[in-house]
């Protein structure tokens, strides 16, 4: 297992297609990441507060925002471990998810000191979990961003390990 630091080559990020080929993972081309992990509520334990949130209570919350550079190339499948991501466009894989209500499945892939490999390295993601909220372009600029939300279902919160995701 590879320990250290990481830098931004190593790091990508898929998304289950919703278009071209459903249930296709596809990398996409990503500059930066919001904040990755889950968070959760805290908790009052006055009486009231108590009874109002027992039932989210150990339930987890994820949302980030991704940008990168605005491109409609060709989606193509997503890379396997160990090899440098294999980036489809992101305007014609992210514009057809945003406003969805279909979950997706999702990774981020944080290879350390290398390309990302099964088994050993992190990954945080999971299968059937996310929603598109957000996607914007910004033409001056030539990227995109987009907001990646818990799809809410509850049953598939995405979650820290270390496996290839698939669809």
């Not at 250290?4 to 081309?29: H, L, Q, S």
């Not at 209500?101 to 099964?118: S, V």
Request: charged share 15%; with cysteine.
């Amino acid at each position: 297992m590879a320990t250290g630091r990481t830098v931004g080559k190593y790091v990508k990020f898929a998304i289950e297609d919703g278009a071209a080929d459903p249930g296709t993972m596809r990398d996409i081309p990503v500059n930066s990441f919001g904040s990755v992990g889950l968070t959760f509520a805290e908790q009052d334990v006055s009486a009231l507060q108590e009874e109002l949130t027992k039932i989210l209570n150990g339930q987890g919350g994820f949302s980030t925002t991704i940008s990168g550079p605005f491109d409609n190339t060709v989606p193509v499948a997503a890379s396997a471990s160990t090899a440098r991501a294999n980036l489809s466009g992101s305007h014609p894989v992210l514009s057809v998810l945003n406003g969805g209500n279909l979950p997706k499945t999702f990774a981020i892939y944080i290879g350390i000191q290398g390309y990302w490999t099964d088994t050993v390295d992190p990954v945080f993601g999971g299968e059937n979990c996310v929603l598109i909220s957000d996607y914007t372009v910004d033409m001056a600029a030539g990227t995109y961003s987009a907001k990646i939300v818990t799809a809410g279902n509850r049953s598939n919160d995405p979650d820290w390990g270390v496996d290839l995701l698939h669809a």
